[in-house]
């Protein structure tokens, strides 16, 4: 499976930006698809998760501000986010677990900066 990213880039605070990442190879093999973040300094972490079905999770920082959707059909998965803030500037990476969850797959990062 392989990942494209895209999407980054600067944006003033309030701003939005909306990341997507097209997966290509063994897609049946794929059942959450997700985005993480990385911040300068900081651990990896993880941001949103849709699976197969349509069921989402966020973290709590980015609740009623990013969206996380799927298309199926197009094999990508999209975040939106809306009301950006200084503290979201990160590098963004794209994931996809497959069914068994022994599998990880990563994009490239993505970079979002968020300027106050």
């Known amino acids: 499976v392989q990942l494209q990213a895209s999407g980054g880039g600067l944006v003033q605070a309030g701003g939005s930006l909306r990341l997507s990442c097209a997966a290509s190879?063994?897609?049946?093999?794929?059942?959450?698809m997700g985005w993480y973040r990385q911040a300068p300094g900081k651990q990896r972490e993880l941001v949103a998760t849709?699976?197969?079905?349509?069921?989402?999770n966020y973290i709590e920082s980015v609740k009623g501000r990013f969206t996380i959707s799927r298309d199926n059909a197009k094999n990508t998965v999209y975040l939106q986010m809306n009301s950006l803030k200084p503290e979201d500037t990160a590098v963004y990476y794209c994931?996809?677990?497959?069914?068994?969850?022994?599998?990880?797959?990563w994009g490239q990062g993505t970079q979002v900066t968020v300027s106050s």
């Open positions: 994931n996809a677990r497959t069914w068994n969850g022994l599998t990880a797959y």
């Open positions: 190879g063994s897609i049946s093999s794929i059942s959450v």
């Open positions: 849709i699976a197969s079905g349509g069921m989402r």
